[in-house]
C-alpha cells in the first residue's frame, strides 16, 4: 500500500464507504462527495478494468468508453503490477 495514501481521512473515507447498505446509498453519498466528471471518471476506469480483463483491445475500450489510450495504459499498469484490488473486486463479484 501506498504510505502517502494512508492517512487518517482516508481511514474515516473508507470506512463511510463501508457503512453504505445499498447502490441507492452509494448513489447518494458519492453525488454528494463527488462531481458528476469525477464519478463518471471513476466509472469509466472500472468499465476500463473491466475490458482490459476480457482482453479487449485498446482500440474497442477507446471506441466504448471513450477513455484515452493514457487512461487505458494506466488501468492496464494497475492490472498488471498494482495491489490486485481490480482483482478482489471482480471476483467477489462474481459471487
Known amino acids: 500500500m501506498n504510505k502517502k495514501l494512508k492517512t487518517d481521512a482516508v481511514d474515516s473515507l473508507f470506512d463511510a464507504i ?13 453525488e ?3 462531481t ?12 476500463v478494468a473491466s475490458m482490459l ?20 495504459s494506466r488501468v492496464n499498469r494497475s492490472l498488471n503490477y498494482g495491489t490486485d484490488g481490480y482483482e478482489l473486486v471482480f471476483n467477489r463479484m462474481k459471487k
Open 18 to 30: 463501508l457503512a453504505l447498505e445499498n447502490r441507492e446509498e452509494c448513489y447518494n453519498f458519492f
Open 32 to 34: 454528494d462527495l463527488c
Open 36 to 47: 458528476v466528471n469525477e464519478l463518471l471518471s471513476l466509472s469509466q476506469r472500472f468499465e
Open 53 to 72: 480483463r476480457d482482453k479487449k483491445t485498446y482500440l474497442e475500450i477507446a471506441e466504448k468508453t471513450g477513455a484515452s489510450t493514457a487512461t487505458i
